[in-house]
C-alpha cells in the first residue's frame, strides 16, 4: 500500500514537472518587435517616433482609465530597444497615422502619437488633444 502511495505522489510531482515546464515555454516566447526611434525635435521642444519613414509626434495623453478603452490594439513595436515602452495600434485606425506609446511600468502613462502627415483628426480623437504645434 505504502509503495503504491509513493508511485503516485511521484506521478503527480512528475506531472506537475512537466505541466509547469510546458506553461513557462508557451509563455516566454521571445517576440522580436520592430523599433521606433525616438528623434529629439528641439525646435518643438518634443520628442518624435520614427519608422518605416513616418513621423509621428505627440497628440494628446490617454489617462489610465482610458488605457484600457475601446482604443487600444495589439502591440506592434517597441520604443527603441526599451521594452517597457509598447507602441501599440489603435483599433479602427491605421497604424501609419495613429499609434499609442505606452510606458508599461506601475501607473504607467500612454502618449497617443499621430503621423505628421495626418491633417484631419478624428472627432473621437479630439478630447485627447494636449500639444498644439501651430504656436510654432
Known sequence: ??????????????????????????????????????RDNTGLGYIELVYEGIT???????????????????????????YNNKIYELIGYDSREWIVDYHDVFMGSSLLLKSIDVIDIPKELERYKAYDYSIF
Open 56 to 82: 509621428y509626434r505627440p497628440y494628446g495623453i490617454l489617462t489610465l482609465g482610458s488605457r484600457f478603452n475601446k482604443y487600444l490594439s495589439k502591440q506592434i513595436g517597441i520604443r527603441e530597444d526599451n
Open 1 to 38: 500500500m505504502e509503495k503504491r502511495i509513493s508511485k503516485i505522489i511521484l506521478k503527480s510531482f512528475l506531472l506537475f514537472i512537466i505541466v509547469f515546464l510546458c506553461f513557462i515555454s508557451c509563455k516566454t516566447k521571445n517576440i522580436k518587435y520592430p523599433e521606433y526611434t525616438v
